[in-house]
């Protein structure tokens, strides 16, 4: 399959202009974002992992108010009770909801009732093996993360071997993911054989996401050696689970990065909140626009790319250049229906 051909049928498929997906940042993707990416010829996710099913009706009904766009609604087995997941699956089905996208484990039974919705499926992976047993289990798309993701991060091989690999493994699209933020970036992997291209911390620092200012803030200013790979920021998650996010004091205080920090013996300290609801120390939990407290020893996810991200910008700009970008480098147009206008 050719880098032209690829995109196009991710495309088509997606029902999108331009082979950008929106990572489906937890707390971060909501219907701003994703309606901005979406309506800029993306492919919108909202981050809806652990939420209720009332938000997610919330956040789809005002993201089909704002966009008559494809979207996809991001949720987490392994993070997630499942009770609440089975609700949050049963609530997406019930909304319409286009797609799903499922991250860490794979759990068929999960994938299979979205497909059997007639639903599309996207899978985050990030190995060989976990692709292989997304593709089996009836995913449409999967999704390739390199280790330089920001954010949670499920295997640990470099973004182009890891793409290479699975591209050779599965039949179908396949997006690279982990520190791309660039027009030259979409361009390396398109024309590796990639469908496209997923990005989070590049979308984080925009007018429209729900991170706090002082979050985009600390992206803008950032270089991807600024960004450390740990275990500590966990609560929430199974044990083991890692991060990438800027050095702040917490991960400063380690002496070592990965250590294997065990959920169950972290102490729970409150040190910020989202209106009565407490956010603490270790957890998994990003500082949000609504909240307050000390922001800097939370989770600031970022991911290598961070580097070339100088400025926040609505996601429309940002999506704008990078497609330039790359279509300049490629020399052709990467949408069939935008043409060379785009």
């Known amino acids: 399959m050719t880098a032209s051909s690829g995109a196009n049928a991710l495309c088509s498929l997606l029902g999108c202009d331009y082979p950008v997906l929106l990572a489906g940042m937890g707390g971060v993707s909501r219907w701003e974002l994703a309606a901005?990416?979406?309506?800029?010829?993306g492919f919108g996710m909202l981050g809806m992992v652990r939420e209720s099913p009332a938000l997610i009706t919330e956040e789809v009904t005002r993201l089909r108010a704002a966009t008559d766009r494809p979207f996809a609604v991001n949720v987490i087995p392994a993070a997630?009770?499942?009770a609440l997941l089975d609700a949050q699956i049963g609530c997406g089905l019930d909304l319409g909801v286009p797609a799903f996208t499922f991250f860490w484990d794979v759990?068929?039974?999960?994938?299979?009732?979205?497909?059997?919705?007639?639903?599309?499926?996207?899978?985050?992976?990030?190995?060989?093996?976990?692709?292989?047993?997304?593709?089996a289990a009836g995913a449409d798309v999967i999704i390739a993360q390199g280790i330089e993701a920001g954010g949670h991060v499920h295997g640990r091989h470099p973004l182009c071997g890891l793409t290479e690999e699975i591209l050779e493994a599965v039949q179908v699209p396949?997006?690279?993911?982990?520190?791309?933020?660039?027009?030259?970036?979409?361009a390396a992997f398109l024309s590796m054989g990639a469908a496209g291209i997923q990005c989070g911390t590049a979308f984080l620092a925009t007018d429209e996401s729900f991170a706090h200012p002082y979050h985009k803030d600390r992206v803008a200013a950032a270089t991807g050696a600024d960004t450390v790979l740990t275990d500590v920021f966990v609560l929430n998650w199974p044990a083991g689970a890692a991060v990438r996010v800027l050095e702040n004091s917490v991960t400063k205080s380690l002496g070592g990065h990965y250590m294997g920090h065990d959920p169950d013996t972290l102490p729970r300290e409150e040190i910020a909140w989202d209106g009565s609801q407490p956010r603490l120390r270790y957890s998994t939990d990003s500082p949000l626009r609504t909240t307050t407290g000390d922001l800097e020893a939370m989770a600031l996810f970022a991911g290598q790319g961070a580097g070339a991200i100088r400025r926040i910008v609505p996601a429309g700009d940002r999506i704008a250049g990078m497609v330039s970008a790359a279509e300049q480098i490629l020399g052709r147009p990467l949408s069939p229906r935008r043409g060379a206008t785009a």
């Not at 396949?174 to 979409?186: E, I, Q, R, Y």
């Open 36 to 41: 901005a990416v979406a309506n800029a010829g």
């Open 174 to 186: 396949v997006v690279a993911s982990g520190g791309l933020s660039t027009g030259g970036d979409l």
């Open 80 to 82: 997630t009770d499942p």
């Open 107 to 135: 759990v068929p039974e999960a994938v299979a009732r979205v497909k059997a919705a007639g639903r599309l499926v996207l899978h985050q992976v990030g190995t060989v093996e976990a692709a292989r047993a997304a593709e």
